[in-house]
């Protein structure tokens, strides 16, 4: 496999690509990834991947411009250098929320990011957890879309056990993926929704729907940014009985105040991936790590020989 | 206006090509459209479009491939005679439900549908209510997306009033479209929770998330097809309790056996709108018709005037 | 071989595709295409088919569009299913005959269709008998275009001989065909030339160009529809003094009420091939079926190994 | 009129282009076309084209690559200056017999050519009786395809009259052009049909098929080159009993030894039009030359107005 | 001119987008363009652009990545709102010294970004001093490619004067640039050699090629970034005896230490335009500062008028 | 190797091909490249190539036109007999100096023929010493560009020795190649310019910047074409006292009275490649031609075995 198998990271998340190379036993193809004095990103590969299958470890994460750009680069580097496919593997999709026009005259950028994507030259998208699964049918090229569900659910069965476990979603459009975790775990559901009222719109109500009085409470999303629903859904959820409350959480975006708000928080334990990387000042003991590594090593492996992906989700 | 704006209908909603084409004082080009011996689809237009704006009306409903075929053709036949532009004004969007790959190895035929289009060469989609808003995405031409909300919430403000009122989602993913409708008239939100329970996952168990007793529950959805999850949340919602409840549902696909099990359950009232014809055997006295021919009409004034179409939903 | 060979085949024509199965060796793969009760095709392939060759059998005869989408559905998952390869065999083509714009404000189906094959993501056709050969630069993937003559060379001179031998062709547009055939054979050519007379054009007057008497007639063509043209020509050679008369047509649309008009006309025989399915209703002891399917088995295999097609025809 | 649009002619037929440009009343566009010292081509356009609609005339014809690439770069001069429609004028369109891959291994060249107007930026075709109407599926875009028909239907009228009118198709596959002339013309229709007998293949045999003895036959065809065929076909009428024997081609090819062929043959006339030049040394007393400026003019003219030209030909 | 021209500007530089706008006397598109919380990039236009042409402004200078990303998103959301054209203002367009291969596997990022700009949706680029012609040719769409030459002209003649002039490239590659300018105001012409000598090529020496004793120097160059070269060619002259020396360059890229080195040279001054915002910390005294906001509000008003734009440059 | 590799040549240099094929060991697969006799191209290829790598020999110099359409066709020829890859090999590529828009209204035909390759169908190309180096970015497919700088250094090292040697560009625009030449071989640099004096523009004047006197001087350039200006060079550097002037050019386009200006010049030698035919009429004592055909041979080979080409040139 080493032979026409490369592996490249540009600088968005490091440690992941080792990892992956690791369980792949595929060494990091050497690269230089870097901005000249200008600002200007550039790359120049150093191994040769002429009819070689290049897989480019790069989620899209903070700075998210920089690390697109990047990876749009080092694609179109190895299109130039003869590569014979080119698959961006992306465990982080940036842009994911700005998927619909749902105000007049904005953009569709997730959209657009999948038709640069395709421009610059890649062949395939490996991604997890996409913000909205029709971003799968933005592209034309074959997407393989991973989910991070297995792993919250081994992490629950493990950890925590399902006696009196709620799965609850934290608002109205994460239903349906709430839903999802509750059916694999035989728990019940329940929504926290959020409205505004009053003639000014300005009084913010929180209702829970659904019964979580002594419940031990697990919030499920697939972004946290800056934390400010699921810690407030944490808080209500608290005042309505809960008996524990965890948030789990596939990407850790994490913007700021997101830490100070999730240690202020009644949460217990917000458990995510490292789909992107978390910086040491972002540390926190309520922050669970799970690593996606081996789910991607395994995947990028069977796309490599033909194996079937969607069988790893059976 | 006349001069230059054309207005052609297939086979698959005469009717409502008919209502727009009397509100915009714009006849409908004569063209032949229909079947040879051998089941292909075939179209003449009699009228020169040439550097004339076309819009082509055509829900893409049942017999959908034969409607999506017709359709192309129509857009090939226009662009060939060197129409300036063409508009897809399809209010029903077919397929609209295949758009994402959630098993493996199935396609993803809105998106498919979307590059059809695009290919036989449309140059803009009008559409209402897509199932996604993401499929709006799947193009890169403009898509006017309309929305019979705002038809919906004057029928309930006029014909029903707003007291003791509870807009309930039929199952887990439509929640963020009743979150809309309840957000609009300031009105109590609940779900109902289909799940299957036991050894063979044979038995359904269904849950209502919300309070419903006592209250006068409207489900929202923006597709009835063979009503089945609807009618049977009608049930449900009758049992813990609810007044009455009535469906509104932008789309009428209304596949057999839809019409019995509306006639049978306890349903008061289905509120639907024309984008798809109901053909005379399934008319019923439960279902309330209403037409989205004027929000039809100003979209396509608009378009051909230049003006903003979105101020149509402030 | 089987490793990598995929043979997939949609609702159009399974016993062609079983044949085509047997004859290479390769089982059919596992597939469901159906539709949902909202008349909406779909598909679900249930082998894997990562880094394989996949060929789609699927004639796009009657219904049309119903065969013509699900074929474009099976490429659209094939596509997205990360194959390596997709190949339509289209033994028919559907819309063959619209193959030009000889009126105003026509489409050019023939070309549509060809346009959203390679839209939906097919990379090769395989066809018979294409109605215009022009058809092939349709295309800009490899177009495999097969010939039925050799078939009907060899059924000829089997089972009729070559004595008095005319080759006719039904109508002034397929006389390049029927010279094709009659040159091989070393047979006469004659025409069957239909005219309109009078002021109002409405007398058929039909005119046989070539010497016919006392010959053992074979009419050809590529398409019999509702064999109204066939039979006629069959009725005027037998009143020319044609010792016996046949129709060879390789593809056998059928089209009511074709199997009335054949059983009642002085046609002998009419021999077709199975490149389209005939119902039960429509079987006639005047037809005789030959089987593409040898010819079918033997290009794939070809194409999958690499090996020249074109010798099959030396 | 004179204001947006721009005619512009390479140095294929200027004499036509000067034609055009005169019933038209527009000047042509001043603008230099020429080859450098190293026999590239290269143009210059001396007038403001931007947002014009832009005419370049240029028929492909001898020397065929060199007209052609003219063609191609003026297009891409005027996408560069911002014309707003570009329209390739053709009257001749060279390669249209290489239509299609009727043996292994070979091109088809009309289609790449139509690709190759595509890619340079032409936004419509104007041209007159392409060797297959097909040719206009090659294109994705408009394609005004005109009928010298009209035009030699008047000349027979006016000059010959239709008295024993024989119309004669010079082979196989020209019957269906032959046989619309002889529609219109209310005549009788015959065919010239060659074919190679004995064991070599090498003598060729001559067959009339239809009545010409005592006629005054009129052969019609797309295109004269070498005019091997239609001498020949010429003579055979002749053994045949015919009185008179003429050819009426739209397309002066005129390859040597045409004209000495033509001179040497029992051919009466030889009537062509003007798509492509004809250099003084090719000046014949049988030879007439009908010109297709009026009807490129005209249309020209009704595509600037987005008048209908269609209606041209009813 | 109003009514369907709209100019709209990016974060990049308002200060020059707020210059063309007071020169062209139409007001700036109102328009949000931020950063959400998780770094993300977003755009609101809010002012109806259907059926216009719209103008976007916008620099892809530091921050790079950002800025291009911002005018990606921006063409989008006009694409998908219904702008009848959209044109990219770039007077600096970054990446575009990333404009060959001339190692192997690297990028070619200034091709990229042409494909990004095109994918996203513009129509029409225009830009001042591309850094290498042919960048021009990385687009199929139009380019108006502005010169900065005309304004340096006309600074030397009138406030320098042409007297002892000499025009001098700061190395090999810029000698076209420099000839240019020596042409048009008839002054002579001198390049500064850079080479590396030694074993260890460790030692650089320059080397100056031409006449310089005595004169007043003028170096020229498209894009000033760390300044070293320049300033180094600045000192090298005078050693070589020039009486005085400045500089003349289009983009102020004015890496750090760009300003520190500029004041420390022997240089009198530096001549930039403002393609590229200077923020108040790179201020000197030594810089000094022409506009082309009077070059590009005349170049869009022609664009929009259909008026020669290259007739600016006779 | 010789399995799946095949070498074809059209009519522009076959024995370039023929030594290609020699060092490959590699036959050239058989084919007709031919004119019919309407001066249309056409091409029939021999041999099967259906699932090979097929590599296009064919440089497109005089008669240019010809050579280019028929590379076209070849290319297009490939991909429908279904070759599994297809190299343009194109040593020299003509139209190299129509790289950019330099004035308004022309063409930029580099870029053109790019898109023409591309639209054909080719894979991939190989090209010696384009024009400009960003050439290699007007394509998407990867461009293998190869320097024939090596075989001039050696040549220089071998046969002539670095003592005295200056390297002289002689133009402005050439002196980055010339540079590039001078550094490797630690020679001095020098540059001949060439400008006109007087009201009208009449008078050129010849400068030589840099020391040439008592020097061996090597004029480099890529394209010799009627050779005025390397052999004016040559006399200005005699006459400023170079000792003696020889001339290294890669492509020999030679255009009349390039052979005759050379012979009655000072340049002592004049050094080409055979990237083009030199006919019989063109030799001369003066020209040395050096070949390319171990380059090529060696870059084929390793494209077709996955390996580094780039490492050719370390």
């Known amino acids: 496999m ?54 480019v470890i790069q989620p899209t994460c903070r700075p998210v411009n920089d690390n697109l750009m990047e990876l749009l680069i080092i694609i179109d580097a190895c299109k130039r250098a003869s590569a014979r496919s080119i698959t961006a593997v ?82 109205a459009g994460g239903v349906a993926r709430a839903r999802a975790h509750a059916k694999r775990l035989g728990a019940e559901l329940a929504i926290v929704d959020k409205r505004r009222v009053g003639n000014q719109d300005q009084t913010e109500v929180y209702n829970v729907i659904g019964e979580v009085k002594g419940k031990r409470c697990v919030l499920i999303d697939d972004i946290i940014d800056t934390a400010g629903s699921i810690t407030k859904a944490g808080e209500v959820l608290k005042e309505r009985g809960a008996k524990e409350v965890r948030a789990m959480v596939t990407h850790p975006v994490l913007s700021p105040p997101a830490i100070e708000r999730i240690e202020q928080s009644p949460l217990e334990e917000v458990v995510v991936t490292d789909t992107i990387p978390i910086p040491p000042e972002k540390y926190s003991k309520k922050l669970t790590v799970l690593t996606v590594s081996e789910l991607l090593a395994e995947t990028i492996k069977r796309i490599f020989y033909g194996e079937s992906v969607s069988s790893l989700f059976v």
């Open 90 to 171: 992306v465990p982080y999709y940036g842009y994911s929320r700005t998927d619909k026009k749902d105000q007049p005259r904005v953009p569709i950028t997730a959209k657009l990011v999948a038709d640069l994507l395709t421009t610059a030259g890649a062949n395939r998208l490996i991604s997890i957890d996409l913000h909205a699964e029709s971003i799968q049918g933005f592209f034309n090229i074959p997407v393989d879309h991973l989910y991070a569900l297995p792993i919250f659910i081994r992490y629950i069965r493990e950890e925590l056990g399902t006696k009196d476990l709620v799965i609850v979603s934290p608002d």
């Open 2 to 55: 080493q032979e026409s198998l490369v592996l490249l990271s540009g600088n968005a998340h490091p440690a992941l690509a080792k990892k992956i190379s690791e369980k792949i036993q595929v060494p990091l193809g050497e690269m230089e990834v870097f901005k000249f004095a200008d600002d200007e990103s550039f790359c120049k590969i150093n191994v040769n991947i002429r009819k070689r299958d290049v897989f």
